[in-house]
């Protein structure tokens, strides 16, 4: 398999171009481009270089992302490993439920962490990744 290099508005816009969490980036390329989509779904649970992606709200996070918060006064951090979001070496179904073990209060995960996608420097807020109703595409 041979990897491309993309720039995160790119990956932004292909994330939100996908249908469901099943739905691969290849699969969007494909129908962009008008590729023959028999092939669609060919490799939608597949590996990243290292280990399985985290899809969480329609958002895929490659194996390897990692999550930091600053909250009072302390830094947090979580990790995707293997398809798990993984906060202090337990494994939580959604970005909220791993804020909720650092605030031990009801949180929207989505706005609470920022993610670093492997291979890049900067750390976005993770709510900047999905679909918003507001989203003139929605």
């Known amino acids: 398999m041979t990897t491309i290099e993309i720039d995160f508005e790119v990956f932004k816009e292909l994330t939100v171009l996908r249908d469901n969490e099943e739905t691969?980036?290849?699969?969007?390329?494909?129908?962009?481009?008008?590729?023959?989509?028999?092939?669609?779904?060919?490799?939608?649970?597949r590996m990243d270089s290292d280990g399985l992606a985290y899809v969480s709200k329609g958002?895929?996070?490659?194996h390897g992302t990692k999550f930091r918060k600053h909250y009072k006064g302390q830094e947090y951090r979580a990790e995707i490993v293997d398809g798990e979001l993984i906060y202090e070496g337990k494994s939580y179904s959604s970005p909220s439920k791993a804020a909720m073990a650092v605030t031990h209060n009801s949180v929207?995960?989505?706005?609470?962490?920022?993610?670093?996608?492997?291979?890049?420097?900067?750390?976005?807020?993770?709510?900047?990744?999905?679909?918003?109703?507001?989203?003139?595409m929605w």
């Not at 691969?24 to 649970?45: A, C, F, G, P």
């Not at 958002?59 to 490659?62: E, G, H, I, K």
């Open 108 to 136: 929207n995960g989505w706005i609470f962490w920022e993610c670093q996608m492997p291979g890049r420097s900067d750390w976005i807020v993770i709510s900047s990744l999905r679909k918003h109703k507001s989203d003139p």
């Open 59 to 62: 958002v895929r996070f490659p």
């Open 24 to 45: 691969s980036y290849n699969d969007v390329i494909r129908r962009l481009l008008n590729l023959d989509t028999s092939k669609l779904r060919s490799e939608s649970t």
